[in-house]
């Protein structure tokens, strides 16, 4: 049986020799007759190839003087073969290889028939083949190599896009770092310009050292960790500043209290983010930790139910949102007044439910983070009354206004045309409030200057109802005014209880996530749909059109039928591979088609995400929501699909290999046979020479006898031989036509058998690289992502220490100068922040080192698949 690098060899193509040594094709192995690939290079007369053999240690098998003469003689010989020729069945001593010839010394005097009724078996690499033959086996190659080249195209693809889906991941974590950085600076810039402000108040106030002296004492029980300033810190502050407020309103400004309370509002919505900040921190550290205990194969799965679980939460949390937003449209169109009672109970419950989850949120902080101790009530007791305290200033606000209103009506003096005039002014503020809300609803993006503009309108509500305390109002148009003031409340709570931008980035992220994922197992499955297909494409017997025959004897009836039964296996085998191969290739269309509408899916709700920045109308966020869980069973499903195909794909080939080992059987029977009718053949020529001499002895002794023969006689005598010659060269003819036919399938299985061996091999050697790449930059993210948690934890230990530096210099004790920090925690500060350096700067020399290993392995690699696919689509051209 010849090998691909021994075909190779004899076809004296030096760029399939090199791919296939490359390869790890084994230049050693030799064929029944002991030939090896030097043998037949050095048949073949190619210098090149020899040398190249010679250099890797291969040699010419010793086989006497039939081997030593081909080197002598092979520029001379006329037997020298074309390129691409598939091994004939032997016609004439002058149309075998070197070697007979030069191991038959003696004169060729024999006739045809003797000779080849002497000749032994054919030899294993014969070498012409008549040109019609040469030019349909020079086809059937070039086709076969171009389809090979198409399937390492794809794989290359294939490796290529996983590659750039690592890489992204990596650069997406980084850049969710900087983001996070920058926030951070943010934060710390409005906590040092608020402590100024607050310094600046509190050094005009007597009365207020006592509370914050307490306040003080509070903080300092405080247990330390990453997000414990902007948790309690900031919500004891916004108590201060009330408290501060309350006692010297009377004294200060009204424009500055009004824009104070406008930052403790910003605050505690910044509050609020930064818990959902945290949370998922906990969360991605869990997953983390559940990544690093369990096996690589366990990964995925893992972190699939995480971000189901998450995504399950936000689908409750959303739900009871949409229910009360839609409690209130539909209450809006019964009536004016059943509107407004039905609207205020939703909003009572939507504030009930936002409690609850505030709860909830303090509960799991103070599990998670603090201990069982009694210091750890006090902060939680002021972060729910500064989570209450927006909503009190408001009611009271509201309280006062509904005061002004009811002396106003008491009165029941004046003209009604002062009360018509208040009563279309109020109007006039409501539509205006609520065509505010409705752009800020439209357009997320100006969140902050709506809620600026609604506020700047209440005051000038309150300024034309103090211009107007001296203008009497009749009795009837009390009760208007007040549903206007109730509806301007309304329209407030509407607008403070939108979608905040930390729960869109929450959102956003497990969004990002769960795609990432369903990205990669989409790049699995393809990947081994490709291997499937791979594996089918290598075993698909080759299809041979069979001609009918015409007028056989019934001497070949046996031959005739051990081809037919032949040829009944292999039509059979490739219809089903052809079956297969259909089904695989439209479910890989399919599963192309769900990762396309995929993507551009995940492409659409980018922009979205983009344009919809700070806020997001709730029943727009369940509808994408609602969405995404339809996507997300429909991925079930066709992976689940896929999978079962990839099964039904891995049955067939189990099955299909077992046809083929059995056809290989039927194969070798086959050529048993053909060589028993070779062997008839010959001996019916010998008995044809034999008839022939004992005719002629026979015609010389009647001549001799009876001097001459009539005329009829020797006619009859001469048709009768003729006919029989006629006879026997149309049964040699068909039986050199079926050796040609049978000598084909045989090449063709073998040469295919092994071209799937040694792909096999070269696959299985890339897979074991990718997987140890893999294995590298999964241990490099791991590092990365502990460096990032120290850097996060030697950040929050700074500004811990800053703040309490801070409330140390804002809260002195009583009878005493408010005097500067002290000079003791300075070298510590800067110790932490020599170590944020080194640690940053380790970050960016990994982030480095990863990126140069990635893009170093992955060009090597390319680089030289992409010049071996070039050799060969070269060769192919010419």
């Known amino acids: 049986m010849e090998s691909a690098l ?275 921190l906990e969360m991605f550290e869990k997953d983390d930790t559940d990544m690093q205990s369990s096996g690589p194969d366990f990964v995925p799965t893992a972190q699939y139910e995480s971000l189901r679980k998450e995504f399950e939460e936000l689908q409750e949390k959303y739900s009871r949102a949409q229910a009360s937003t839609e409690a209130s449209s539909i209450a809006e169109d019964t009536g004016a007044e059943e509107k407004e009672e039905k609207h205020q109970k939703a909003l009572e419950e939507q504030l009930s439910q936002a409690k609850a989850e505030l709860e909830e949120l303090k509960e799991q902080m103070s599990l998670g983070v603090y201990s069982i101790e009694d210091a750890g009530m006090k902060p939680e007791r002021g972060s729910e009354e500064g989570a209450n305290l927006e909503t009190q200033q408001l009611r009271a606000r509201v309280q006062e206004l509904e005061a002004q209103l009811a002396n106003k009506t008491s009165g029941g003096e004046g003209l009604s045309e002062g009360g018509s005039d208040i009563i279309q002014q109020l109007n006039e503020r409501v539509r205006e409030l609520e065509a505010a809300q409705t752009d800020r609803q439209k357009e997320g993006e100006e969140e902050n200057d709506t809620v600026i503009r609604l506020k700047m309108q209440v005051e000038e509500l309150t300024k034309a109802l103090g211009v107007s305390k001296m203008a009497r109002q009749e009795e009837g148009d009390g009760a208007p005014v007040n549903g206007l003031q109730g509806r301007v409340e309304e329209l407030e709570r509407e607008l403070k209880e939108s979608v905040p931008r930390g729960k869109l980035e929450e959102v956003q992220i497990t969004l990002s996530l769960q795609l990432n994922q369903l990205a990669r197992e989409r790049a699995e499955v393809a990947t081994r749909l490709n291997q499937a297909l791979l594996e089918l494409e290598r075993l698909r017997p080759p299809s041979h059109n069979v001609e009918d025959e015409e007028d056989e004897d019934p001497s070949e009836s046996s031959e005739v039928s051990i081809a037919s039964d032949h040829s009944i296996h292999l039509p059979s085998g490739g219809r089903a591979l052809e079956a297969i191969r259909e089904e695989l290739e439209v479910a890989r269309q399919e599963a192309a088609q769900a990762l ?148 084909l399938e045989v090449f063709q299985v073998q040469r295919e058998a092994l071209f799937n061996k040694s792909e096999r091999q070269v696959a299985e050697s890339q897979l074991e690289t990718v997987k140890k790449q893999l294995a590298d930059l999964q241990a490099e993210s791991t590092h990365i992502q502990q460096l990032h948690q120290d850097i996060q934890d030697s950040q929050g230990l700074i500004k811990e220490k800053d703040r309490k530096e801070a409330l140390g210099a804002l809260t002195p004790p009583l009878g005493r100068s408010p005097s500067p920090p002290s000079s003791g925690n300075p070298g510590q500060q800067l110790a932490l922040q020599n170590r944020i350096t080194a640690l940053t700067q380790q970050l960016q020399d990994w982030e480095r080192k990863h990126k140069a290993v990635v893009s170093g392995r992955m060009d090597e690699e390319v680089q030289s698949l992409l010049l071996q696919i070039l050799r060969m689509t070269q060769k192919s051209q010419n």
């Open 596 to 743: 396309d509408t995929l993507c551009a899916e995940r492409e659409s709700r980018a922009q979205d995400v983009l344009q919809l920045r700070d806020a997001v109308p709730l029943e727009k966020h369940q509808e994408s929501l609602s969405a995404v869980a339809q996507q997300l069973a429909l991925t079930e499903k066709e992976l689940q699909a896929e999978r079962a195909l990839r099964e039904h794909a891995q049955i067939e080939l189990s099955r299909l290999e077992s046809e083929l080992k059995a056809a290989q059987k039927d194969s070798i029977n086959l050529v048993h046979s053909l060589e028993e009718c070779r062997k008839s053949a010959a001996a019916t020529q010998e008995s044809l020479s034999e008839k022939e001499t004992e005719l002629k002895e026979l015609r010389s002794q009647k001549a001799l006898e009876q001097g001459l023969v009539s005329k009829e006689d020797h006619e009859a005598q001469r048709l009768s031989l003729q006919a029989e010659i006629n006879t026997l060269t149309a049964q040699f003819a068909d039986l050199a036509r079926k050796h040609e036919k049978t000598c």
């Open 6 to 280: 021994m075909l190779a060899c004899e076809s004296d193509s030096m760029e399939t020799v090199e791919v296939l040594l490359k390869g790890g094709a084994n230049p050693h192995l030799t064929d029944a007759l002991g030939h090896n690939s030097a043998n037949y290079s050095i048949t073949a007369g190619s210098h090149s190839i020899t040398q190249l053999l010679q250099d890797r240690g291969v040699t010419a098998a010793a086989e006497g003087p039939s081997e030593e003469a081909p080197p002598t003689h092979p520029p001379s010989s006329g037997t020298t073969p074309r390129k691409r020729k598939a091994p004939p069945p032997p016609k004439s001593p002058s149309q075998g290889p070197p070697t007979t010839e030069t191991s038959n010394t003696k004169p060729l005097t024999v006739p045809t028939q003797s000779t080849e009724s002497q000749r032994g078996p054919p030899s294993p690499a014969p070498r012409s083949q008549h040109p019609p033959s040469d030019n349909l086996t020079e086809d059937e190659e070039v086709f076969e190599e171009i389809r090979k080249l198409r399937l390492e195209r794809g794989r290359l693809l294939q490796k290529i896009k996983t590659l750039e889906q690592q890489q992204s991941s990596a650069s997406t974590a980084l850049e969710e770092l900087n983001a996070l950085r920058n926030r951070l600076s943010e934060a710390e810039a409005e906590r040092d310009r608020l402590l100024a402000e607050l310094e600046q108040l509190r050094a005009a106030q007597v009365s207020g050292v006592t509370c914050d002296s307490e306040d003080a004492e509070d903080s300092d029980d405080m247990i330390d960790f990453p997000g414990a300033e902007k948790l309690l810190s900031r919500q004891s502050r916004a108590l201060d500043t009330t408290s501060d407020k309350d006692q010297g309103s009377s004294k200060e400004n009204p424009a500055m209290v009004e824009q104070l309370r406008r930052k403790v509002e910003e605050l505690t919505s910044q509050n609020a983010d930064l818990v959902l900040k945290v949370q998922m």
